[in-house]
């Protein structure tokens, strides 16, 4: 399958019903699929807050900001912090728009300079900004993402500016340990987790935090809505991984092996590299090692790492972090945005796309 | 001369009271000479600042974030600052102290992700972060040194993280405008004015303009600092380019003809390209969009440029915007620290590094 294009070549956004209703699953119950209106209209509304951000003034970095933003895109992250929102009692989504705008917008920036760093080529379906733009405007364009973030963030009590702040400095932290792993295997199973939780669950883990704090939450609910969020970052993370070894190219908008490609040591290839037999071991590693890779090279390591079972592995263990986010927010009062919460943190371990 | 190196080679670091006493200039009346301790009191209190934002928690950025904003520098901007919020009545720096060192490090972010668009490989006599660190953590240290300059400006009122907010935006606007013109001769005096006013004037002209309104200044006067800043910016820039040229590199602690190199059209090169004859017009446009230059090359374009007075011309200009400058405080009451801001507006128009 493959994406749906317009005539001149680039994918379709799909509308915000059709991530919603993607998101709630197929076989969501009537009380989750009446939410399904609410929470695109939620997510319309972020868009249309970080769209009025990014026309402003600057035409020169407008073209390439607004390419990086609507590249697709589950929108997971407002997804998440509006679900949360509602579940914490709050009837509007209003005082969270520019916060969730701030996080999508800080995501995006930090896409934008990993695709700079990884030599990325597509992302979602299209060329990657560096490769649309060239790399200096790809660097600019990421650094005016994250300018536009901060304004949006000065809206908030200096104490949500700092939290959001010291997980974009995670994050950057990640990518910074994440290059220092890179082409090494003996790098371990500690080392990447310390990675994917600075890159990826920190930002999620701070911007539902800061929501819980915006609805007014007690301090033990803001901290497991932070532990929630975390855990669904590490679980997205994880099948995140898998997909890009074993998903489906088309579904995914982007081609597989890019971890192998880059050497970028993930819990599959780390997990195989431990079981595979003396032999094998060599071959992985030497496969691995290859700053330019044939695809032949790639299709063997995926077969290595395949034989080991590491993909099981991981899956489960994708699943595991998703029920540690379901178990942390049993404090929040039940109710169908709750439910919500659940599927979408089971949803991130075994999603396709 | 070359700069003084400690025994590792690296350049020491000179003491704030060389770098203030620099500024003053030689023939400095005693009034301003008194005021030498105060300012190198107080560019160690922003150092101070600085290091503390810097040290805390992130080991692998701190290396690279410290190394980045270490690297010599005239500290010409926290000086401006201190020496302004004086000039307003201020008795103590301390007010301003995370704002100096929030534009500090938005300076030094900009100079990195710079460095890595225009392959420099030297800065202050040192090699450039991307080339001691590497692209990768060249590109999220200036994320994370634009990230903890947030963080700083969140000690400030709305208004003032916006309007150090909107500079960046122009900063890096100034950047995308700079790349749109590379190789360009044809691209013209307005294009040029408009690069330089986004790319160095508007982080100076914002960072005075707050210092102003943290100093409880009228709005006019605010408006003042906000023109002073920006007509300092300009001089300063045009004075660099010409040093570019024709300066010292030990004193500038960097290889000259960057410009040239890079192909980045500066008031020198468009004045010289319109005065130059039909034959040697056509020779100079040939040198400069040559993607590789011999060093005979950029030896033959500056003869060229030489030729034509271009020279001469920009330094009038340069000390035509800081007659500018000077004439825009005109409104603050007259003091010592008045009397220093007119000097370093003068001094950036006519320094040697």
Redesign the interface.
């Known amino acids: 399958m493959t994406s749906p294009t317009s005539p001149a070549g680039e994918p379709v956004e799909p509308p915000f019903e059709v991530l919603v209703s993607r998101t709630l699953g197929s076989g969501a119950p009537l009380q989750l699929a009446e939410l399904a209106p609410i929470l695109a209209q939620d997510l319309a509304d972020v868009d249309q807050r970080l769209q009025t951000v990014l026309r402003a003034?600057?035409p020169?970095?407008t073209d390439a900001a607004t390419y990086a933003c609507s590249t697709g895109g589950k929108r997971v992250r407002p997804l998440l912090m509006a679900a949360l929102h509602r579940a914490l009692g709050a009837t509007t989504t209003r005082p969270i728009l520019s916060l969730a705008a701030a996080f999508q917008l800080i995501h995006t920036?930090?896409l934008v300079?990993d695709d700079?760093?990884d030599h990325a080529e597509m992302r979602r379906g299209r060329p990657s900004v560096p490769r649309a733009f060239?790399?200096?405007?790809a660097?600019?364009?990421?650094?005016?993402l994250?300018?536009?973030a901060?304004?949006l963030?000065?809206?908030y009590p200096?104490a949500i500016?700092?939290r959001c702040?010291?997980s974009?400095?995670d994050l950057?932290?990640g990518?910074?340990?994440q290059?220092?792993s890179r082409f090494d295997l003996t790098s371990g199973r500690e080392h990447f987790f310390r990675v994917i939780e600075r890159k990826t669950a920190a930002i999620v883990s701070a911007a539902l935090a800061s929501v819980a704090e915006i609805a007014g939450a007690t301090p033990s609910i803001v901290d497991a809505c932070a532990t929630y969020g975390r855990a669904v970052g590490i679980a997205f993370q994880l099948r995140d991984d898998l997909l890009d070894v074993f998903g489906d190219p088309d579904l995914l908008g982007k081609p597989l092996y890019a971890d192998f490609r880059e050497g970028n040591p993930t819990l599959i290839s780390l997990e195989a590299y431990q079981r595979l037999d003396p032999g094998k071991k060599i071959e992985f590693e030497r496969l691995f090692a290859l700053h330019r890779k044939a695809p032949g090279d790639l299709l063997r390591l995926r077969q290595l790492a395949d034989e080991t079972g590491a993909s099981e592995l991981v899956a489960s263990e994708a699943e595991a972090w998703a029920e540690r986010a379901v178990r942390a927010i049993e404090p929040i009062p039940a109710s169908p945005y709750r439910i919500l919460l659940e599927r979408m943190a089971r949803g991130a371990a075994v999603r396709t796309f």
Chains 1, 2 share one sequence.
Do not use: M
């Not at 060239?134 to 405007?137: F, K, M, S, Y």
């Not at 660097?139 to 005016?144: A, F, L, Q, R």
């Open positions: 003034q600057y020169q970095l920036a930090s300079h700079v760093i060239g790399l200096p405007a660097i600019v364009t990421g650094d005016y994250f300018v536009r901060f304004e963030a000065a809206d200096r500016i700092l702040g010291e974009c400095a950057v932290e990518e910074v340990l290059e220092a």
